[in-house]
């Protein structure tokens, strides 16, 4: 008797649509497929701010040193400057010895601040709004493997936030990747002293160099109903604060049906994070169309918010391809990431 | 604890139904409970709160309530429970004993207090049924029976009309002789003697004869109901001799005479009050309560609590405009 091959259907995955019901017990998508990292060897991220790293790296830094971009010309010292960098055109009109100064070239320090609070552990289609945001880190990790560049991470739970040191290498950011996917889940209504708002501030104040930053959250504040987009919201003043020295990435996860409000008839809403609960029916035409009008007031209100404290703004969803939308922003981003990212008044830029 | 209210029932094997409805209430909480715990999770709820109305559940609860309150009333009406319901008597012989002494002539009660006694005596004579026995009792040292059982209305008023003013007060003597009375009561159809019944009016103490508490163990033992009335105001008074006697009615001891014979007691100072007791006492003597099937009844409380559980669970299934 030979074995009779298993016909039976592959067990069925629902995915992330379990986090609908209760809290996922773990990361609903592979290491592996976080990024086709080869596909993005092609794609450069745009640094428009400058850098004070200190090794030698692909973007411009703040200070003079050895480089490629040409910087102010200064009278020749003898015995201290290369006698190869004259600048031979400066020193024929002043008819005094000049040499030309490089900026020097700098790496590139990323630190991605990502939001695990219970209302990220959720999502209706493949993967939950925690793990996209994952997918993200990883995606833009990729993008900026230059020589040199190190990329950290910092992982906002209510009650802590845990940090992981910048790292140059792609083995060093496929560590950090694993250990943000096994990180716990942290479990409904788990209360403390972090909000996006103190992750961010947090972040601002312990990462000194300068560098780009990746705050990567749904942008929701529990218990904030507000809709008008000339209020701040709570996270925004910290957001403008981190966004004084570094190129800020702001990354909004979002799941269609946060947007979409579904129809799943007359049943019981619970928020994972407040103590809302209530019976809501859901196939109420005219409070689905409310709902819905509501939530595409706030998340304007969150895109003009982000756009006012100078960061720039990617919206990911759950039903879509991260990996595209991503790169879709980079390629436009190399146009405007220099208007995007105007330094204020009296900051270097 | 006191289940007077708590009817009798003809099958009360039936119910054993009534375990259904714990087993209902725990049932319907366990699903409640559950239900709570499988709830919808939900981000964005702070949005949610403000454009979502809020659903009240006392609907759910009141459907589920008013069907338990139905099923409980239906299972009552299907184990066949008896009530109590006043059923009017056939035929009853009422003693009416009027105290005719001294002090009857006080004059708080207008225009005297005797006169207002065969006012009211009177006026319910003529309202009592007329298949009712009459007799007529007077109160006094010397009870006497005045009128012998009968349904004559007009010897009746006669008999009250004649009444005159006699010494002394002799409260347990009257009630024997009142007893007395009711044994010269004409026999029914079926040779037994029509229920009976005394109406005591007394404005004094008791001043001569056997003791009144005796009187009343002996009515209590012939199943006699005894309506006292104590008649007249606490500063009532006769001028007796050129003496000035204060008369007030003697209340405890025909409490106290009423409670032992299972009669009520009740008190009237002036003609009017006089008049609506007696009408209390015609409808106490008139009516005799009875045992009988109220399923009807028990049906109809589950009929109104099944429509308002039915107009609940319509308002929760229909989406108003």
């Known amino acids: 008797m030979s074995v009779q091959p298993g016909f039976a259907p592959p067990p069925e995955e629902f995915g992330a649509v379990e986090s609908v019901l209760h809290e996922p017990r773990a990361a609903t998508i592979p290491l592996h497929k976080l990024a086709p990292e080869a596909a993005l060897r092609r794609l450069e991220l745009t640094v428009v701010r400058r850098l004070e790293g200190f090794l030698h790296g692909d973007h411009q830094g703040l200070l003079p040193g050895p480089g490629s971009e040409a910087n102010d010309a200064r009278m020749y010292v003898p015995g201290q400057d290369d006698v190869r960098k004259i600048d031979w055109a400066v020193t024929a009109r002043t008819t005094v010895p000049y040499v030309r100064d490089t900026i020097a070239d700098r790496e590139l320090e990323i630190w991605a601040l990502l939001d695990v609070t219970p209302s990220m552990n959720w999502g209706t289609e493949g993967v939950t709004k925690r793990d996209l945001g994952i997918a993200a880190i990883a995606t833009i990790g990729f993008l900026s493997q230059r020589m040199g560049d190190r990329f950290g991470g910092l992982v906002m739970r209510p009650d802590q936030i845990k940090r992981y040191p910048a790292q140059s290498g792609r083995t060093a950011l496929y560590g950090l990747l694993r250990r943000l996917l096994t990180e716990p889940i942290v479990s409904d209504h788990t209360t403390g002293p972090y909000s996006l708002a103190a992750g961010i501030q947090r972040m601002a104040r312990t990462e000194r160099r300068r560098g780009m930053r990746l705050v990567v959250s749904d942008f929701l504040t529990p218990g904030d109903f507000e809709l008008d987009p000339n209020v701040e919201p709570e996270w925004e003043r910290p957001m403008r604060q981190l966004a004084v020295r570094n190129q800020v990435l702001a990354v909004e996860v979002v799941d269609r049906h946060e947007i979409e409000f579904a129809d799943v008839g007359d049943l019981l809403i619970r928020d994972p994070e407040t103590n809302f609960e209530r019976y809501v029916n859901t196939s109420d035409d005219a409070a689905r169309e409310r709902m819905d009008a509501a939530t595409a007031a706030q998340r304007e209100r969150i895109r003009i918010a982000l756009r006012r404290a100078g960061a720039a703004h990617i919206q990911l969803r759950t039903d879509r391809d991260w990996v595209h939308d991503i790169a879709r922003f980079v390629l436009a981003y190399r146009r405007t990431a220099s208007m995007l990212h105007q330094p204020p008044a009296g900051v270097t830029k | 604890m006191n289940f007077d209210w708590f009817p009798t029932f003809i099958a009360p094997e039936r119910l054993w139904v009534l375990l259904v409805v714990p087993l209902m209430i725990a049932a319907y909480i366990y699903l409640v ?138 409260v347990g003597e009257s009630i024997y002789v009142a007893l007395n009375s009711l044994l010269l009561a004409p026999k029914g159809t079926d040779s037994t003697p029509a229920p009976g019944a005394i109406v005591l009016l007394s404005d004094g103490q008791n001043t001569a004869g056997r003791a009144p508490s005796q009187a009343a163990a002996e009515a209590k033992k012939q199943n006699v109901p005894v309506y006292t009335i104590a008649y007249g105001t606490d500063n009532g008074h006769v001028d007796l001799d050129g003496k000035r006697e204060p008369v007030p009615p003697d209340r405890t001891l025909l409490t106290n005479i009423a409670q032992a014979t299972g009669g009520q007691a009740f008190s009237a100072e002036s003609l009017d009050q006089l008049n609506k007791v007696y009408n209390n006492i015609r409808s106490e003597v008139g009516q005799t309560p009875t045992k009988k099937e109220t399923t009807a009844l028990w049906a109809g409380y589950g009929l109104a609590f099944a429509v308002v559980a039915a107009l609940a669970a319509v308002s929760l299934g229909t989406r108003w405009p």
Do not use: C
């Open chain 2, 33 to 170: 409970l559950r239900k709570k715990k499988t709830g919808m999770r939900f981000t964005n709820t702070a949005i949610l709160s403000r454009v979502v109305p809020k659903q009240s559940q006392w609907r759910r609860h009141l459907a589920v309530a008013l069907s338990l309150a139905a099923l409980v009333a239906l299972s009552f009406a299907w184990a066949r429970p008896n009530g109590i319901e006043m059923v009017p008597r056939e035929r009853a012989t009422v003693v009416l004993v009027i105290d005719i002494s001294q002090s009857m002539q006080a004059t708080d009660v207008k225009p005297t207090r005797l006169d207002a006694a065969k006012e009211a005596a009177l006026a319910f004579v003529k309202a009592l049924p007329a298949q009712y026995n009459v007799s007529i009792v007077s109160l006094s040292g010397n009870p006497n029976v005045r009128l012998p059982p009968t349904v004559d209305r007009v010897q009746a008023q006669q008999a009250i009309n004649g009444l005159k003013l006699q010494d002394s007060t002799a």
